[in-house]
T-cell receptor
Framework: DAEITQSPRHKITETGRQVTLACHQTWNHNNMFWYRQDLGHGLRLIHYSYGVHDTNKGEVSDGYSVSRSNTEDLPLTLESAASSQTSVYFC?????????????FGPGTRLTVL | AQRVTQPEKLLSVFKGAPVELKCNYSYSGSPELFWYVQYSRQRLQLLLRHISRESIKGFTADLNKGETSFHLKKPFAQEEDSAMYYCALTRGGKLIFGQGTELSVKP
């Protein structure tokens, strides 16, 4: 069955380290998104991509980067992890050009930056 | 600026009581609104969208453009409805979420 997966599910790292969170979907969706979930803020968009080699900044993109080399994957990189980036990260995907299409979410990655 | 506001962080009701989770939005244009739900230890999933005018798990939501609201309602809450609920609108394919409301249904 088609699905969207994230790895790792839990990660503890230290301030200043580079961290990469993986997101992989098998629906052949063109659109992929990264959100962070924090109490009191809901989900906030970090970066998104509408297709291979396309990346765009979201609401809270500082300190994060993404790259899209194929349809299936959108890895999220924290260049130099900070304690403020401790959060739960969700990846999502949906079909190209259909704004009302459901976004399908991954299970999330809980990141702790010490 | 486009924004979604959910004024209640926590809503606690007893089983069988009516539920209304509030959602207000600001959007210049015709919004497309959604309710997403996250049950404990599960991923976020779509509950319903306003264009479908559907009822899912007994929940309904009506878009009120005059009041810029999209409140989620259910006449009789069940314990399995306990979850985190997010209202969201879409802009250019991206979702803008509210802060979320935790619904707790007590037996």
């Amino acid at each position: 069955d088609a699905e969207i997966t994230q790895s790792p599910r839990h990660k503890i790292t230290e301030t200043g380290r580079q961290v990469t969170l993986a997101c992989h979907q098998t629906w052949n969706h063109n659109n992929m998104f990264w959100y962070r979930q924090d109490l009191g803020h809901g989900l906030r968009l970090i970066h998104y991509s509408y297709g291979v080699h396309d990346t765009n900044k979201g609401e809270v993109s500082d300190g994060y980067s993404v790259s899209r080399s194929n349809t299936e994957d959108l890895p999220l990189t924290l260049e130099s992890a900070a304690s403020s980036q401790t959060s739960v990260y969700f990846c999502a995907s949906n079909s190209k050009g259909i704004s009302t299409d459901t976004q399908y979410f991954g299970p999330g990655t809980r990141l702790t930056v010490l | 600026a486009q924004r979604v506001t959910q004024p209640e962080k926590l809503l606690s009701v007893f089983k069988g009581a009516p539920v209304e989770l509030k959602c207000n939005y600001s959007y210049s244009g015709s919004p497309e609104l959604f309710w997403y739900v996250q049950y404990s230890r599960q991923r976020l999933q779509l509950l319903l969208r306003h264009i479908s005018r559907e009822s899912i798990k007994g929940f309904t939501a009506d878009l009120n453009k005059g009041e810029t609201s999209f409140h989620l309602k259910k006449p009789f809450a069940q314990e399995e409805d306990s979850a985190m609920y997010y209202c969201a609108l879409t802009r250019g394919g991206k979702l803008i979420f509210g802060q979320g409301t935790e619904l707790s249904v007590k037996p």
